[in-house]
């Protein structure tokens, strides 16, 4: 398909698109543990039904193990030598609790003035189940590669996705990845994400006097675990609150730089709080590490007492860059905490948990197909942007398949798509062009390779 026919197709196709989607957003599938399964097994319906009615007969759950919740599955063979493609999204959404300040119902999707769709995952990720679905609509079952259908249940909560991958690598083997679960920084503005921070994320353990004392008789000179916690954690940032850990990874991020109003809008930044570290803002979110602590265990001050605290312990997460390799990353923080541990208290670190990063294959050929589709289906320059969000599963993709490409987009728009937030929204143009996109850069790959 030529870009004019994408277009046509498209367009006529939305109605369709809004319809499928009112129908997944109708649906409150959250996979977090503790919440209802019939929501979740009344959407993997709905979705077989709607991929099989778009022309992929063989599509069908795949089961990952107890006590998952299956991801839907189809292999659809292309011309005889074209690429495999494996396109995916997830069906599963964040919770929208009440109180969170929705105010619309999340799980009705509701049209706004402003021509957006609102409702919980309209954005995320149910308008790339909807992209893709018209996607493979468009080649009416007989798509010009070979394609591979994921959508996963589980990507918001605990997934067994990335294991079940690294046992059956061969099915998900593929020369390029489209990941439909990101979006363009602004409506309009096509965009590739090509790099996503991972994560380190570890607990320490500090200890200092046997049990607790009495802060009158001993404080001054009995050391305190929760002083020496502060001190430790204040080690890992400089006086602007930038990170600053030995031996972690860093870049200056090559593209253009964000607003910072706009980001001071966004993140809702209160006035006259300043912003932390320095420099261009892209490479702060996209090309720097930050570290967090996302957890302390020490005396809840309600019924706090005057005492000197034997024991603290505090989870830190450090967001790491693309490219980096976390397992150095990992032991540069060790060290780094190792080294700054104050007067000798004993420290214990346990508990890791790593997600790389990942880094899109600059010049790769999907990858400069896929630039070209979105210039020409929004009818805009492609920009490249980074993400400070984490998804695992990417590289684990990537790793079944040496030389293979990932291409993230979608139709998230940073602007105003609130994923995750109350009153999360998709603008249906987004999602139209997106498809546009898709058939141009599955129409190339079929040609280019054949
Ligand atoms: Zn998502």
């Not at 109708?26 to 399964?37: N, V």
């Amino acid at each position: 398909m030529d870009l004019s026919q994408a277009r046509e197709y498209a367009h006529t196709a939305m109605p369709q698109v809004i319809d499928d989607l009112r129908t997944l957003v109708g649906h409150s599938s959250i996979a977090f543990p503790g919440f209802p399964d019939a929501p979740m097994k009344a959407i993997a319906d709905d979705l077989l039904g709607m991929f099989r009615r778009a022309g992929v007969d063989d599509v069908r759950l795949l089961d990952l193990g107890e006590g998952a919740y299956p991801s839907i599955f189809a292999e659809i063979p292309g011309p005889e030598g074209s690429p495999v493609v494996t396109l995916y999204a997830h069906y599963d959404v964040q919770p929208a609790p009440e109180g969170q300040g929705w105010t619309t119902d999340p799980w009705t999707l509701t049209e706004k003035e402003d021509g957006r769709l609102y409702g919980r995952g309209a954005a995320d990720d149910k308008s790339g189940v909807v992209a893709h679905l018209a996607t493979l609509a468009a080649f009416e079952g007989r798509p010009p590669v070979t394609v591979r259908l994921v959508i996963e249940g589980e990507e918001e909560t605990g997934s067994h996705i990335e294991a079940y991958v690294e046992e059956h690598p061969e099915d998900f083997r593929s020369d390029v990845f489209v990941v439909a679960d990101s979006g363009n920084q602004r409506v309009g503005a096509p965009a590739l994400t090509t790099g996503l921070r991972g994560d380190v994320s570890i607990t320490v353990r500090l200890r200092t006097i046997e049990s607790a004392l009495h802060s009158g008789l001993f404080g001054g000179a009995a050391p305190d675990a929760l002083v020496a916690m502060i001190q430790l954690l204040g080690s890992m940032y400089d006086e602007t609150g930038a990170t600053v850990i030995e031996g972690l990874d860093s870049y200056e991020w090559p593209d253009g730089d964000l607003d910072e109003a706009d980001f001071r809008a966004s993140a809702g930044v209160l006035d006259g709080v300043e912003l932390s570290g320095s420099g261009h803002l892209a490479s702060r979110l996209w090309s720097r590490p930050a570290a967090t602590v996302i957890g302390i265990d020490a005396p809840p001050v309600a019924g706090a007492s005057n005492i000197v605290i034997p024991e603290a312990t505090a989870r830190i997460s450090v967001r790491i860059v693309p490219g980096s390799d976390p397992q150095a990353q990992l032991a540069a923080i060790e060290t780094h905490l190792k080294a700054h541990a104050p007067r000798g208290v004993q420290l214990e670190i346990g508990d890791h948990k790593v997600f790389g990063a990942w880094k899109a294959a600059e010049g790769g050929p999907a990858t400069k197909l896929a630039e070209q589709a979105m210039t020409e289906a929004f009818g805009a320059p492609c920009e490249s942007h980074g993400s400070g969000g984490s998804i695992p599963l990417v590289q684990v993709l990537l790793d079944t398949s040496p030389g293979s490409e990932a291409i993230l987009w979608g139709a998230e728009d940073e602007e105003k798509a609130r994923i995750h937030g109350p009153d999360e929204s998709v603008d249906p143009k987004e999602i139209e062009d997106l498809v546009v996109a898709q058939i141009l850069l599955l129409s190339r790959l079929g040609e280019q390779r054949r």
